[in-house]
């Protein structure tokens, strides 16, 4: 399976059962599954399957589908409300006499509300099911195409992701090897730290310091972050190549990805270390942000 992103925009246009249908789809972000539709009068029945047809394509965003329907068939001839006309005209022309007025012209009370309706063609049964029946094809196609819309962008979007990752995991090995975790270094900065404990408490035992210093070396120790971060970067690879709506996995990870950052941080005790870890912060952020649009 490939990743889709969850913004897409399809539009779809074709003539069946004696009508031209058209859908309009447009997705955006979206923590589950949400459809809002506008359907033509007559036509709310098929919402049910056409929901079902969303889920069958996809597992998340929010979508708006639109359905608009013309040319069905014989529009009819319009209707006139000659009762309606008859006691308008009459009301007109005793006005005209009264008021001395302008005589009323017939495009004039035509105009007037109620006197002409549009004609109303209302499908036979076997008709009306056989549009429901088109429309939701017309859909299924849409849909098509809005998923291919979605898996196009979802291409772009793992190349991006995939950066990212490699940003984290170099971030990573950077801190692996940064001079201030050398035997050396650790040393010359416990045994400051031990100095510091002698000047505080000069009457300090010897167990009592062993205790002391082996707690400061296991405070100051991130390997144990780097490790779980490096595990984190060889799942996040995994699902992106699974792709297959791996969003949601993917944004519980990144949420790991920051926890191990900010431990990393507040454990460092050297200028370099801190940098690495802002940097490692900024990137798991920018991770995160492109995962929320990842289906």
């Known amino acids: 399976m490939s990743l889709q992103s969850m913004t897409g ?18 997705s955006v972000n979206g923590k589950a599954l949400d459809v809002r539709f506008r359907l033509p009068p007559g036509f709310e029945g098929i919402e049910q399957k056409a929901r079902a047809l969303f889920g069958q394509h996809f597992k998340r965003g929010n979508f708006q589908a639109g359905l608009t329907i013309e040319g069905r068939g014989d529009a009819g001839r319009p209707i006139v409300n000659e009762p309606l006309l008859r006691e308008l005209a009459a009301i007109a022309e005793r006005l005209r006499e009264e008021h001395n007025l ?6 004039g009370l ?11 063609n209302v499908p036979e049964p076997k008709e009306q099911a056989e549009l429901e029946s088109a429309a939701l094809v017309v859909l299924g196609e849409a849909l098509e195409l809005l998923a291919q819309t979605r898996r196009a962008e979802g291409r772009a979007l793992g190349t991006i992701l995939g950066g990212q990752v490699d940003a984290v995991e170099a971030l990573v090995a950077r801190a692996k090897l940064d001079p201030s975790r050398s035997i050396e270094a650790i040393k010359a900065r416990l045994a400051a730290q031990v100095t510091l404990l002698l000047d505080a408490a000069p009457a300090l035992d010897a167990d009592r310091l062993h205790m002391e210093a082996a707690f400061l070396a296991t405070k100051a120790d991130i390997q144990e972050e780097l490790d779980r971060l490096e595990m984190h970067v060889a799942a996040a690879r995994a699902l992106l190549d699974d792709g297959n709506g791996v969003g949601r996995k993917l944004d519980f990870l990144t949420q790991e990805f920051n926890r191990e ?16 870890g802002l940097d ?13 649009n990842l289906e």
């Open 261 to 276: 950052a900010n431990t990393l941080c507040s454990k460092a005790n050297a200028a370099s270390i801190t940098s690495i």
């Open 110 to 120: 035509m105009g007037l509300r109620g006197v002409l309706e549009a004609p109303q």
């Open 9 to 26: 925009f399809a539009r779809h246009l074709r003539t069946v059962a004696g009508a031209q249908m058209s859908w309009e789809i447009k």
């Open 280 to 292: 490692l912060k900024a990137a798991v952020d920018q991770l995160r942000e492109q995962v929320q």
């Open 102 to 107: 302008a005589r009323p012209t017939p495009e």
